[in-house]
């Protein structure tokens, strides 16, 4: 599975941005998930949605502003974003497995290359 992300970009503090993941192959046997890493720190988990698409799980630091979705007919996994904080700021991963993990585990077997998200103050 190959993974590209986009919809990264520049937005003020309070802004929306809705980030977008291709598949390349089919997605609805993948567990999905969207990480981030900032400018000197780890990456960090921020939201997954299960195979089934029934289940989502978001850090705290998103939940109530973000929300994961997915179309598996198009083998496409997004993240709306709203309320942006400039702590947001950072490179967003979308990552997919295929293997039943707990929903907040950082355990995946692929991984898009990252698109970049400013948030300004």
């Known amino acids: 599975v190959q993974l590209q992300a986009c919809g990264g970009g520049l937005v003020q503090a309070g802004g929306s941005l809705r980030l977008s993941c291709a598949a390349s192959?089919?997605?609805?046997?993948?567990?999905l998930g969207w990480f981030r890493q900032a400018p000197g720190k780890e990456r960090e988990f921020v939201a997954a949605?299960?195979?089934?698409?029934?289940?989502?799980y978001y850090a705290e630091a998103v939940k109530g502003r973000f929300t994961i979705s997915r179309d598996n007919a198009k083998n496409m996994v997004y993240l709306q974003m709203n309320s942006l904080k400039p702590e947001d700021t950072a490179v967003y991963y979308c990552?997919?497995?295929?293997?039943?993990?707990?929903?907040?585990?950082?355990?995946?077997?692929?991984w898009g290359q990252g698109t970049l998200v400013t948030v300004s103050s």
């Open positions: 949605i299960r195979r089934g698409g029934g289940n989502t």
């Open positions: 192959g089919r997605t609805f046997s993948y567990d």
């Open positions: 990552a997919a497995r295929s293997s039943y993990n707990s929903g907040y585990s950082p355990e995946y077997d692929y």
